[in-house]
């Protein structure tokens, strides 16, 4: 019985200190804000395999207003090149080495498709966090897919899965830049990933339920970062979509 008294008081003592941090955190942004007047530059959406087509038949009015009033450029995709990588460093697969599939190398036919920033490896090949970093832009990055390892930035990053990387769940600290935002993603049950073989759901609107959260934690995490860290350029990716067209 003593035992479970003491572990319900350190139960307490750790809320108490996870309230007061965040209220405290809460004054100082609204005093960095008045005093700063801090509004985000620019802010990007990435959805994994979110072509018109999915988005024209989902209830999202204010991505559509978003989209109709904005200009809309068509782009071409193949199956070689990492879409993700290409983005975020502005290069083809040829340039970065940024495969979806690599031979393996060892007298088979079998190939990898694992990647990592790490394959990048070459210094005139920069990160699009990298070059804002350079110019003292401050960002808040979060769930953009092959972004492991976590790079060191100017604000916050949590790097996102794939490329090897599908049985991650919960936020790990390798996953987070700086280290002491884990914190803040424990506490908002941030989920990293989701995959149907690897998740032990059976029932397909339970799959469905999860991503719900997944993508609600996600937000709701991302939010109170950027109240944190107050970036200048943000880039939230949203994977669901893609995953369910796995299926």
């Known amino acids: 019985h003593m035992d479970y008294i003491y ?10 200190k996870r309230i007061l941090r965040r209220y405290y955190q809460t004054r100082i942004n609204a005093i960095k804000k008045r005093i700063l007047g801090w509004t985000m530059r620019q802010f990007v959406i990435g959805i994994d395999d979110g072509d018109l087509l999915i988005i024209n038949n989902m209830n999202m009015p204010f991505l559509k207003a978003v989209i109709e009033n904005n200009m809309q450029v068509d782009l071409k995709e193949d199956l070689l090149s990492r879409g993700w990588a290409e983005f975020y460093t502005g290069l083809h697969a040829k340039d970065s080495k940024a495969f979806y599939d690599w031979p393996m190398l060892d007298d088979s036919y079998r190939t990898s498709q694992k990647f990592n920033l790490n394959v990048l490896g070459q210094e005139n090949i920069k990160p699009l966090w990298d070059l ?24 916050f990053m949590v790097s996102g899965g794939g490329g090897g990387q599908n049985r991650l769940k919960q936020a790990q600290t390798g996953l987070c830049f700086p280290e002491a935002i884990i914190d803040t993603l424990n506490d908002n049950e941030y989920i990293v990933d989701i995959r149907l073989t690897t998740s032990g759901i059976s029932q397909i609107q339970t799959f469905f339920d999860a991503f719900k959260k997944m993508t609600r934690n996600r937000t709701r995490t991302f939010i109170d970062l950027c109240k944190s860290y107050l970036p200048d350029f943000g880039f939230l990716a949203f994977r669901s979509i893609a995953i369910i067209q796995y299926l």
């Open 132 to 155: 804002l970093s350079e110019r003292n832009v401050r960002v808040g990055i979060m769930n953009v897919p092959t972004t492991t390892p976590v790079a060191s930035v100017d604000g």
């Open 7 to 16: 572990v319900d008081r350190q139960y307490d003592q750790m809320m108490q």
